[in-house]
């Protein structure tokens, strides 16, 4: 069984921009979560969506929006990037509440 | 406000010993608990779960206990191998919401 799968692995991008990053969840997972890791702030919630519905949200700010589709495929989208949103993206698929992680998109702003 | 915490940033055991690895939480209504294996440049490894009505639940050399009136779990690895050297993450969520609030990690380093 094939496991998360993100793209890209690597991204670097400047201050102002933005950025969509995508999450392919395994098989039959209808959730997928996104979470950002940071050496400071360790490993934090995003939001998680279900069946093409944002079902959960943490503390970000409203540039962070994310979305899913019918095949449960997710993208996630920072607008107007800050220098502070250089970090380890992480999205974790489940059936269940046992989370499956990918391997992260790291994203670099200058 | 952290509501998982790691205290241990990180822990060194020889091969063949036992590896405990300690998380704390404030909030009374976590209801499920993760154990996550994290290898750099990777993605966290699920591990081992946990549900509130449980304090114990065992596979193979690794066990998790709960203890809920003192809002503690932990993680035994037993014997310790060298290749559980990596940073161990707890994780909690409300019974019902799969949004898991993470504490900050333990790096473990089993020596052979």
């Known amino acids: 069984k094939a496991g998360v799968t993100q793209t890209p692995r690597y991204l670097i991008k400047t201050r102002g921009q933005q950025v969509t990053l995508s999450c392919s969840p395994i098989?039959?997972?209808?959730?997928v979560s996104w979470y950002q890791q940071t050496p400071g702030q360790g490993l934090q919630f995003l939001f998680e969506y279900f069946s093409e519905t944002q079902r959960n949200k943490g503390n970000f700010p409203g540039r962070f929006s994310g979305r899913q589709f019918s095949n449960s495929r997710s993208e996630m989208n920072v607008s107007t990037l800050e220098l502070g949103d250089s970090a380890l993206y992480l999205c974790a698929s489940s059936r269940g509440y046992e989370q499956y992680f990918g391997p992260g998109t790291r994203l670099t702003v200058t | 406000d952290q509501q998982v915490k790691q205290n241990s940033p990180s822990l060194s055991v020889q091969e063949g010993r036992i590896s405990i690895l300690n998380c704390d939480y404030t909030n009374s209504m976590f209801d499920y608990f993760l154990w996550y294996k994290k290898y750099p440049a990777e993605g966290p490894t699920f591990l081992i779960s946990?549900?509130?009505?449980?304090d114990k639940n065992e596979d193979g050399r690794f066990t998790v206990f709960l203890n809920k009136s003192a809002k503690h779990l932990s993680l035994h690895i037993v014997p310790s191998q060298p290749g559980d050297s990596a940073v161990y993450f707890c994780?909690?969520?409300?019974?019902?919401?799969?949004?898991?609030?993470f504490g900050s990690g333990t790096k473990l380093n089993v020596k052979p």
């Open positions: 098989s039959g997972h209808r959730s």
């Open positions: 994780a909690a969520s409300e019974k019902g919401f799969n949004k898991f609030y």
């Open positions: 946990i549900s509130s009505i449980k």
